[in-house]
């Protein structure tokens, strides 16, 4: 007989809520960089990979979390416990799941629980000795599909998998995930079920290697440590997962986590010849093909992230130059460009050689047709002639002129003791503490902080609450206390608008 289960959480994931200093992290999508950085095409090609496809007729999703023990919740005594993931029915267009198990999985399949709704993900459940399992899609356009095969045999040993986690790991290299070379740090906590204690050692890593169209994971050559270091074989769409798995003599059963994000190769992007029409988009790398599909340009907007269409993109020079056509909508001052590729995508680049510093997308200043006290201020400042504009970068720091104008700062003398910093955290509550400085004298401008999951989609942070810790006349210095949810990995960038008068 068919069961139905409600889904649940048995356990609490610790992953660490990691907040880099906002010194290195301010620029993310505050400016592009200043022309002439690089030659188009210079840095020859990227790599040429094939970007993986779903095979027609399946779906692939599903993924053992982790199978081990945990007590019976009336009695004494434990019993095996599997927890298995996957994408939402309602992801596919679809009512609801069966999941379904067999002995050797290639027939005899049986049905065993089925979503409650259709945004369950997971299943934990008692699969007694274990065996193989699969999902069973009913309604919508894929109705009748089943999933990719998992197996799973239970744990005779009374220890449960009681904490785990993953994240970016930038110490280990110096570079910031999504781009190849970034590094990947897992852990596993194991508590023993007979007494509660926890246990130190009896678990190995592997890392695999998981194909998202498939669901076929490969055990990656040479990399059973804590952290992995990403290269060009994780390009192309790949999922990455760390299992911890028990020795069987001091731990049973294992666990998995799953990295954050496809592994990508960066290339570097600027802007030139910036009008409400278009603009010359420069790459580092040249690319095979660059079609209006493959970039995304938006904005935030009082309904939400507003996408700007793009009509064409023609090449220009070598496959790296492209003029790009968009009719940028009234109002709209600045918007992020990106690229969709599960390759490579397109990024800022700041400082040169070991401080370089890799941030993805393009943030874009569209003029408006007027003048501001900017131009004045730019005078003022006694800027190069060639890097007068709002996203040229000038001084010590390379910092964007329209930022420095936002912060009440001199760009040709900055230091970075004026940049914002994180001053306090608190992931219990869900706050922290920024201090920055701003501009006072220049009310053309605005600067605000942004938060994101993935540095792809932002979202503007919402303030709580402000303190003036320094007034100095034209600028103050501002503790600013933000709200914002603790996940895996969080990012704070602040972001520079002009409004230019009419």
Known sequence: MKRTAHPRERRIALLSTRLPSIAALCWCGLLTTAPGQFAPGEGGWVPEIAELSEPPGMITSLWVKQIDREPYHFISGTEAILDLGF?????????????????D???????????????????????????????????????????????????????????????????????????????????????????????????????Y????????????????????????????????????????????????????????????????????????????????????GDLKLSYWGDSGELEIP?????????????????????????????????VWRLGMQFGEGEWAHQMEGLWIEFPTGG????????????????RCGANDCNGPLWISNLVAYAMGI??????????????????????????YRRAKNHPDATLAPRISPDLV???????????????GGDWEVVDATISFTPGPVGFLDFAAVLQESP
């Open 87 to 103: 994408s939402t029915p309602s992801s596919y267009g679809a009512s609801s799941f069966d999941l379904q198990q067999s002995a």
């Open 105 to 207: 999985g290639t027939g005899g399949w049986t049905a065993l629980y089925s979503t409650v709704s259709a945004e369950q993900d997971n299943f934990s459940f008692n699969p007694g000795s274990g065996g193989h399992f699969r999902l069973l899609v009913h309604g919508g356009p894929r109705d009748g599909q089943v999933s990719n095969v998992v197996q799973a045999q239970s744990s005779l040993l009374d220890t449960q998998f009681s904490g785990w986690g993953i994240g970016t790991d930038f110490g280990a290299t110096g570079i910031m995930a999504p781009w190849v070379g970034h590094a990947q740090t897992a852990y596993f906590n194991v508590r023993d079920l007979s007494d509660g204690s926890d246990i130190y050692d009896g678990v190995s890593f592997q890392w």
């Open 209 to 292: 290697r998981v194909d998202p169209t498939t669901g076929d994971a490969t055990a990656i050559s040479g990399a059973a440590d804590a952290t992995y270091v990403t290269t060009l074989d994780d390009v192309g769409g790949y999922e990455l997962i760390c299992r911890g798995t028990g020795n069987g003599v001091t731990v049973g059963g294992f666990a998995q986590v799953k990295a954050f994000g496809p592994v990508v190769a960066f290339n570097r992007a600027e802007v030139s010849d910036v009008d409400r029409g278009g603009f010359t988009l420069s790459l580092h790398k040249s690319v095979p093909s660059l079609a209006p």
């Open 310 to 342: 793009i009509s064409s993109v023609t090449a220009v020079s070598d496959n790296a130059v492209f003029q790009v056509v968009a009719e940028v909508p009234d109002g709209v001052t600045g918007a992020n460009l990106g690229n969709l590729s599960s």
């Open 371 to 386: 003048t501001s006290d900017f131009t004045s201020w730019t005078s003022a400042m006694g800027l190069p002639v060639d």
């Open 410 to 435: 001199d760009p040709m003398t900055a230091t970075s003791g004026q940049l914002p910093q994180v001053s306090g955290l608190n992931a219990v509550a869900g706050s922290m503490h920024v201090i």
């Open 457 to 471: 989609d932002w979202s503007p942070a919402d303030v709580i609450s402000e303190t003036i810790l320094e007034d």
